[in-house]
């Protein structure tokens, strides 16, 4: 029998699966594939109608939906905007997202930890493209299975907060390897939580050096236009 993290005498032994023993069918290469298949079919309809859309990640209570609305408020005199939101249940964020006066579609999950491409396409049917310049798909809070399946988005935007302690970015590492952004969110409250968010922006370029990490506060608007300088989105 294996003793995972009981003595502290003697170095924590670590347990993994060997290839093919992991039984999670969310995780069965045939699924994957088809959500990329369907996610490359979101995308070109996007490209087509010259949508832009940002996959925006992270977990619950980062800050997503308070930073997606502050980009909101910042663009939507110059760029006609939706939003797709996705939860397990209620319409909690949809009902925030919409007091900016922009469409909002709201795709509850269920039991799923995620978004998935065929939801989006469902989504997408019910988003006047013809209308928009962008779409921000707000993705269900959730730090490891959204990175395993691509929406249609041309970039993501990963957001955590310092009140989630230092170590996120570690801990979480396939969510950061193809993020665009990464917003670094709550930096007013943290000294208090003593989390330093420059360790959490070098974690950030240790896995991936071409993303691009901005400290955010969107209860005083600090970096809010710097995320979206970044994702360019200005001066479309």
Do not use: W
Request: hydrophobic content about 40%; proline content about 4%; charged content about 25%.
């Amino acid at each position: 029998m294996v003793a995972v993290g009981i003595s502290l005498a003697k170095p924590v032994e670590v347990v993994t699966s060997a290839e093919g023993e992991v039984f999670d069918v969310e995780l069965e290469v045939n699924i994957l594939r088809e959500n990329e298949r369907l996610a490359e079919e979101n995308k070109r309809r996007l490209e087509s109608k010259g949508v832009h859309a940002v996959d925006v990640m992270g977990s619950v209570g980062s800050g997503k939906t308070s930073l997606i609305k502050s980009m909101i408020s910042q663009l939507k005199k110059d760029l006609r905007i939706a939003v797709i939101e996705g939860d397990v249940t209620t319409t909690i964020d949809s009902d925030i997202i919409s007091s900016e006066g922009v469409p909002t579609v709201q795709v509850n999950t269920g039991k799923e930890c995620h978004l998935d491409a065929n939801l989006i396409r469902k989504a997408l049917d019910r988003i006047p493209l013809d209308r928009l310049d962008l779409i921000f798909i707000e993705n269900v809070g959730n730090l490891i299975c959204p990175a395993e399946f691509p929406l249609g988005s041309d970039r993501r935007l990963v957001v955590i907060s310092v009140t989630e302690g230092p170590y996120m970015v570690v801990k979480h590492p396939m969510m950061f390897l193809d993020a665009k952004v990464v917003a670094i969110n709550k930096i007013d409250v943290a000294a208090a939580m003593g989390v330093d968010p420059n360790k959490l922006s070098a974690d950030v370029a240790r896995l991936n050096p071409k993303a691009a990490t901005v400290h955010t506060s969107c209860r005083n608007g600090t970096g809010i236009n710097d995320v979206i300088e970044k994702l360019g989105l200005k001066n479309r």
